[in-house]
Each structure stands twice: as structure tokens, then as C-alpha cells.
């Protein structure tokens, strides 16, 4: 069983720069992905973005060239670098992990991330 605990989130101003953090309490090396998804208020969780075991990278269109993830799976930790963001952007982001490629199978409780001037 792996649980994971996000964290990072908070109040920026539009423009700012947040890094999201979510750390597992097992190894996340045998994880086949790491991701994250959102929900804003009245919406439905969406997905942003994920990596590969070996570091393929996925993002959606919406925060292509802002957003990056990675992760350092010595720490057992996967990241969300946001950039330029937007007060679209806000919501509660949610770390998952999928073991075989198969989709979301651990989620962590989430973390908000709000974008207002």
C-alpha cells in the first residue's frame, strides 16, 4: 500500500510560481506513473499531468510550457514546478500513482492552490 501526502500548495498572485511536492510512504520506484490532477470549485478533478517510470512526460494543453513535472524517485517524491499561473489554475491539486499504467490507483488528500490578485 502506498500513501501519499501532498504539499506546497497556497496563495499566489497571478503571474507567481508554486511547487507542488507529493511524497509517498513507499517506494514509487516500481510505479509506472506519477501525476496529478485538479478540481476547480463545481468541477469535475481533470487531469494535468503525469511521468513515465523512466521520465516520459505528459501535460495537458491548457498548461503546456508552465507547468513541469518530474520526480526523484530516490526521495520517493514526485514535483509540479507551476509557472506564469493563472487564476484558472486555482483549484485542489491531487497527486496519484499508478503502478501498471492502468490509471489512478493511490490519491493523496490534495492541496489547494489558489491564484488571486
Known amino acids: 500500500q502506498v500513501q501519499l501526502v501532498e504539499s506546497g500548495g497556497g496563495l499566489v498572485q497571478p503571474g507567481g510560481s508554486l511547487r507542488l511536492s507529493c511524497a509517498a510512504t513507499?517506494?514509487?520506484?516500481?510505479?509506472?506513473?506519477m501525476g496529478w490532477y485538479r478540481q476547480a470549485p463545481g468541477a469535475q478533478r481533470e487531469f494535468v499531468a503525469r511521468i513515465k517510470r523512466e521520465g516520459t512526460t505528459n501535460t495537458v494543453d491548457a498548461v503546456k510550457g508552465r507547468f513541469t513535472i518530474s520526480r526523484d524517485n530516490s526521495k520517493n517524491t514526485a514535483y509540479l514546478q507551476m509557472n506564469s499561473l493563472k487564476p484558472e489554475d486555482t483549484g485542489v491539486y491531487f497527486c496519484?500513482?499508478?503502478?501498471?499504467?492502468?490509471?489512478?490507483?493511490?490519491w493523496g488528500q490534495g492541496t489547494q492552490v489558489t491564484v488571486s490578485s
Open positions: 513507499g517506494s514509487i520506484f516500481s510505479m509506472y506513473y
Open positions: 496519484y500513482a499508478d503502478r501498471v499504467g492502468n490509471g489512478p490507483e493511490y
